[in-house]
């Protein structure tokens, strides 16, 4: 089973509505964080938790939320999706000092 | 000027052909620097760890690092259609959030 897993794979929704993507991961790490990637931008930190009561913005949260539920667990949220939230977005997971280690990803597409 | 600068591409090289792939970046506190290697439709995978500056080697693939010119480089021997693929760059300072480069595309022709 993949260590680090994302639902959904693939999302299409409309402008306006909310939309909650979900992070989970197997590798018992402390250190979860929230990328968008878009092409020639690269990737975007959007939010990272250090643990489970620990939450920061990263460089692009506005339109954002998440909740960290358990140490496990790792949601995002689009409380009113706009078309320029259009992107593929990870998850990642990662130990103090150590590499990070990437969900599959979610495409999100707001028409 | 962005933290991390990476040419995005694309890099079309003939199979067997030796790969260069370089980034600079502005911010002296980074301390840590990777090298993560995307296939298509994929998550981002750790290629490359490095502490510092110096040089690390792992099969064909050498990771530099140039502190004092703030310029790391990924060097892949003998390259395989296999290495064809998105490579980000990415560094930290004190272990702290990571910053990556936007990727190079490359594409290694049998």
């Known amino acids: 089973d993949a260590d680090v897993t994302q639902t959904p794979r693939n999302r299409i929704t409309k402008t306006g509505k909310r939309i909650m993507l979900e992070c989970s991961q197997t590798k018992g790490h402390d250190r979860m964080y929230w990328y968008r990637q878009d092409p020639g931008l690269g990737l975007r930190l959007i939010y990272y938790?250090?643990?489970?009561?620990?939450?920061n913005k990263g460089e692009i949260s506005d339109g954002y939320s998440v909740s960290r539920q358990a140490q496990a667990k790792f949601s995002l949220s689009l409380e009113s999706a706009i078309p320029n939230q259009t992107a593929l977005y990870f998850c990642?997971?990662?130990?103090?000092?150590?590499?990070?280690?990437f969900g599959p990803g979610t495409r999100l597409t707001v028409l | 000027q962005k933290e991390v600068e990476q040419d995005p591409g694309p890099l079309s090289v003939p199979e067997g052909a030796i790969v260069s792939l370089n980034c600079t970046y502005s911010n002296s506190a980074f301390q840590y620097f990777m090298w993560y290697r995307q296939y298509s439709r994929k998550g981002p995978e750790l290629l490359m760890y490095?502490?510092?500056?110096g040089n690390k080697e792992d099969g064909r693939f050498t990771a530099q690092v140039d502190k004092s010119s703030k310029y790391i480089s990924l060097f892949i021997r003998d390259s395989q259609p296999s290495d064809s693929a998105t490579y980000l760059c990415?560094?930290?300072?004190?272990?702290?959030?990571?910053?990556f480069g936007p990727g190079t595309s490359l594409s290694v022709i049998p």
């Open positions: 990642a997971t990662s130990t103090r000092g150590g590499e990070q280690f």
């Open positions: 490095t502490y510092s500056s």
């Open positions: 938790s250090f643990d489970v009561k620990d939450i």
């Open positions: 990415a560094m930290s300072a004190l272990s702290d959030k990571v910053i």
